[in-house]
């Protein structure tokens, strides 16, 4: 039997596998309460077949613990009737529950919520939520110790099967820790000192909820930073807390997120090793005699079905894997793993989060949108033609929802190969595993049976000729050339990752965008020997990246010996010899300057392929025009206001404008899931 669908004991529960979805804070919070997107969510891990789902990441206990990243509150009563729904609905599908509560201490901003002073051990700040904590009084720490037993009867009162506290990094856990706490009383110095508030809180809610509920502590493993938590004291605090008969579990990770670098280390994007802290797990499941759960990144089932198989780990967290899949472990059993959705580790869930949006799947458009999107596409009642022009991920997704269906479909592509714009994005080694969607997408188009016709530049007779019932146009946008005196010399990121300019010696590249194109693009020059600056106008490199992409993506170009410049606008471009000349203006003062380099790289979007849509318009029923009130509801968005129609007609994705994957999945999804 594979380990990892075992089942396991905790305490009174009986999981029905080893694979678990760890807490996290999907902001999909309605007035600090899971109502109906929140329980959905999760009901879909459940119905996928998951084991255990705790819920609630960072579900605050207290008013000076205020929400940064959409989390649930959990410090009145008001919430319990929404805990009871969600409950109801996970374990109507046969998983356990468990809700995660804090108290974020210096984690957090003092200028949200009630504006109250953030709290700590010390006046120790934190770079990453940027607050200077109130040094707590004995009166302070009274009080939060009240406040997590009261919140954890609310979770009893919720139903939940049980309750974990989060230490790591956050008040618990910056007690531990001596790089932030200073004090000098009976809270600080020695680990036992340091100890004495997770004991206290430990003790005081496993006397409230009693002996008939599972409590367990999400525990640092090894701060990995010099003054930090060593491996060793993680070790002694595991066993203290195992030691005290209340705790049932410790679930450990490792790292500390007090940056955005120690954020990517903890919540790790593409660029950074996977399930490196399994060992660090490990050693204090060798320390304990109560079951070891992981939240550490692990996202592929070879690596799971190893944590387990080799005793590092009681229970795997597969957290990022089932926003990428809820149904893994259904998939899992029923012999499908080749068909599981991977997570390729785009890491557009947890920047959405931490830049105050809500999470979304990069690849995968139904996740948090479940009250309208379907995970499982059900059989059209009539079998239809569909005819698909270009074969990048809009387009793929495209094809895939109407085979799915039980659509004949026929994919036209005009390159050799499927793949579109992500043919370009994996050039780079910093994110080269987004190949990953590709690749998924192409191998269910070619499970489905589609039509798939490469080096087809496909225009409106050739649609016509297959006598379609749908259409719909993924063709993708084409590099915009700088509208700039010179622009025209000026070398696309395009022509660089896709080989037909193979730069060397001083290279300017100007970020209109401030996305992962440029950054790949200097990637790619970088490691080919170029002298790479790159320019924007914004008021940094790299603007619209989360914090975890941006300081790994930036991190791995310093090192590469990129340079930055911010606040640059591109005014020109004139040949001077061999050489370039480009005329830069501050876009604070205005003040230009020159400078010489060997070319310039421009990446400035892209503007919609769209002839072919504008040929087949005339001929369609709808015009081309999709009813967005309907789109939205997840209804059949195709309106006839052109009786004499031959076939519905959509355009997705940057055929429409410039935007990212998501948003072409998306448009996919939301077209062709009703058809």
Request: hydrophobic share 40%; net charge negative.
């Amino acid at each position: 039997m594979d380990p990892l669908l075992e089942p396991f004991q905790l305490r009174h529960l009986t999981l029905r596998n080893r694979i678990m979805s760890t807490a996290h804070a999907p902001s999909f919070q309605e007035g600090g309460h899971p109502r109906e997107r929140y329980r959905l969510y999760h009901e879909e891990k459940a119905k996928g077949g998951i084991g255990l789902s705790i819920i609630g990441g960072s579900t605050n206990i207290a008013p000076d613990s205020p929400s940064v990243f959409g989390q649930l509150y959990a410090g009145d009563d008001s919430i319990i009737p929404w805990f009871k729904e969600l409950t109801d609905g996970v374990r109507s599908h046969g998983a356990a529950v468990i809700c995660q509560i804090t108290h974020m201490g210096r984690r957090t901003a003092w200028d949200n919520g009630h504006w109250l002073p953030v709290a700590g051990p010390s006046g120790t700040r934190e770079r990453a939520h940027r607050s200077f904590p109130k040094a707590m009084e004995q009166e302070d720490i009274t009080r939060v110790i009240g406040d997590f037993a009261s919140a954890a009867q609310r979770c009893q009162l919720g139903g939940f099967d049980g309750i974990e506290l989060l230490s790591h990094s956050h008040l618990l856990g910056q007690f531990l820790s001596p790089l932030v706490n200073k004090r000098d009383d009976d809270y600080g110095g020695s680990l036992d000192n340091r100890m004495r508030l997770s004991l206290q809180v430990v003790e005081a809610v496993r006397d409230t909820v009693g002996p008939d509920i599972v409590l367990g502590m999400r525990i640092t493993g090894d701060e990995l930073l010099d003054g930090g938590l060593s491996g060793e004291e993680c070790v002694e605090i595991a066993r203290k807390l195992a030691e005290t008969g209340a705790v049932d579990f410790l679930n450990v990770l490792a790292g500390a997120p007090y940056d955005d670098l120690g954020l990517a280390g903890w919540v790790a994007p593409m660029g950074m090793p996977s399930a490196p802290h399994l060992g660090i797990a490990g050693q204090i499941r060798a320390a304990v005699d109560i079951p070891v759960f992981h939240a550490g990144g692990i996202a592929d089932i070879a690596t799971a079905r190893h944590a387990v198989a080799a005793g590092h780990v009681d229970l795997v967290g597969m957290t990022r894997a089932h926003i990428a899949d809820p149904y893994l472990v259904n998939k899992l059993r029923q012999g499908d793993e080749e068909r599981i959705r991977p997570c390729v580790g785009l890491g557009y869930c947890v920047d959405r989060v931490n830049q105050g949006k809500p999470a979304v799947c990069g690849h995968n458009a139904a996740t948090g949108r479940e009250q309208v999107m379907p995970h499982v596409l059900e059989r059209a009642h009539n079998r239809r033609k569909v005819v698909i022009a270009g074969g990048g991920p809009g387009g793929m997704e495209a094809a895939r929802v109407c085979a799915e269906r039980g659509h004949e479909v026929v994919l036209f592509e005009a390159g050799d190969r499927l793949g579109g714009q992500i043919n370009l994005a994996a050039k780079g080694m910093t994110r080269r595993q987004i190949w990953g969607v590709a690749d998924w997408l192409m191998t269910e188009v070619a499970r489905l049976g589609v039509d798939v016709r490469l080096n087809t530049y496909v225009e409106a007779a050739d649609v016509m000729a297959e006598a379609p019932d749908l259409v719909v146009v993924a063709t993708g946008g084409w590099p915009e050339t700088p509208d700039v005196p010179g622009g025209d010399i000026a070398i696309s990121g395009w022509d660089v990752l896709g080989g037909e300019a193979r730069l060397s010696g001083e290279v300017l590249l100007f970020d209109e965008v401030g996305d992962q194109p440029a950054t790949v693009c200097a990637d790619v020059l970088a490691r080919a020997g170029a002298m790479v600056t790159m320019v924007t106008p914004d008021r940094m490199v790299a603007h619209d990246l989360g914090p975890t992409n941006a300081a790994v993506v930036l991190r791995d170009l310093v090192r590469q010996g990129v340079v930055f410049e911010c606040f640059l606008d591109l005014v020109g471009i004139a040949a001077e010899g061999n050489r370039k000349r480009v005329v830069l203006r501050h876009v604070l003062t205005g003040e230009t300057s020159e400078r010489l380099c060997d070319h310039v790289v421009v990446e400035n979007g892209s503007v919609p392929v769209e002839a072919l849509y504008h040929d087949l318009k005339p001929q369609s029923r709808n015009m081309g025009q999709l009813d967005q009130v309907a789109l939205i509801a997840g209804t059949d968005p195709f309106v006839v206001n052109n009786p004499l129609g031959q076939y519905d007609l959509a355009r997705i994705g940057d055929a429409v404008a410039a935007r990212n994957i998501h948003a072409a999945i998306l448009d996919a999804l939301r077209v062709c899931k009703n058809f």
